[in-house]
């Protein structure tokens, strides 16, 4: 197969998956402040037929690792247990969660699950609780718990500034607490308001330098690892979902590139709306994976990722007045979709990947 870019043509790596993750529900038992879900019209859960076609068509095209994550809680479904049981069978399982309703699945988890990333913002009872509204002695306990269990626990926070002065105490609780590391990165702001919570911006942001320096003192003299983003858009552009072999699998189905754009929602990028428009190459329901992942539109779709053959929405002087960029629909450059405006793709958001535990790891 070749691609044609530019008046040239590009030979494709015809690489099958390696790692997939697993959206078992996009409901959660939670009501973050920072979470984009408030803008779903649809949830539900995975199906048991569909969770065991995934798990074998992941099996014949090779996939080593799975994640389950998401934009939901995916403790929260009635049948994770079983769904836990069934895929570390034959994949390296790994977890995303807020840890607030682990409970009685403390031996599932440790018993199934290479790498378990925890979801929390501060150590601070008071302000966790202001992000996540729940109880921080109550998840405390439960993580205590599941380290004793011998389950790897990682931490995967997000940067506000409400909270981010506290980073170097969290890591002073997770290295008491036997956490292995932290994985740092900064907010997508889901309405207007929530855009002053960010860090980063057009240019460098050098105002929060101190407290990470601190902070990843502390968790090198530790012996944990402590990643941060980027706090301002890099110029160099890489993606960890198609750089890393890696696709996303709604709870309907649907096979996206990523999980920036598994779902519609509305965030605020640089100050401005924009609506996420979900990335589908088709559902898997109706198709095999193998015929979704060589069809023409998503091999053209990671070729272009590679060949960052898209404008660069975050530092065009026309950014704030372009009704173009108001969707990652389209660009001006005539791609269709485009992630021309992904944060995910200039280095200033991350989330926990194959990619990053072996970041933490190194």
Known sequence: MRIRVKGGYFIPDLETPKEAHIELTNECNLNCTICYRRWFERSGFMDPNLFEKILSELKDMGVKSIW???FGEPTFHPKFEEFSNMASRDFELN???NGTIIGSKLKC???NFKNVFISLEASDPLLYSRVRGFEFEKLNDT???LVKEGARVWVSTVLLKGTYEALPSLVKWASELGIKGILTSNLIPTSEKMSEEKLYGRVEVDHISDIVREAWILATSSNMKLLAPSFYYRSDRWCPFVEGDSLAITYEGDVSPCLFALHDYRAWIE???VQVKQISFGNLRERSLREIWFSEDYVTFRS???LSNYPSCHDCPAWEGCQISESNEYDCWGNSPSCSFCPYYRGV?????G???RGLLS
């Open 68 to 70: 389950f994550d998401g």
């Open 304 to 306: 272009f990722v590679k």
């Open 271 to 273: 100050g401005k709306e």
């Open 355 to 357: 990619h990053a535990v």
């Open 109 to 111: 988890i440790s018993e």
């Open 143 to 145: 993580l205590r718990s």
């Open 349 to 353: 958001v991350r989330c926990p990947t």
């Open 95 to 97: 977890l995303v969660t």
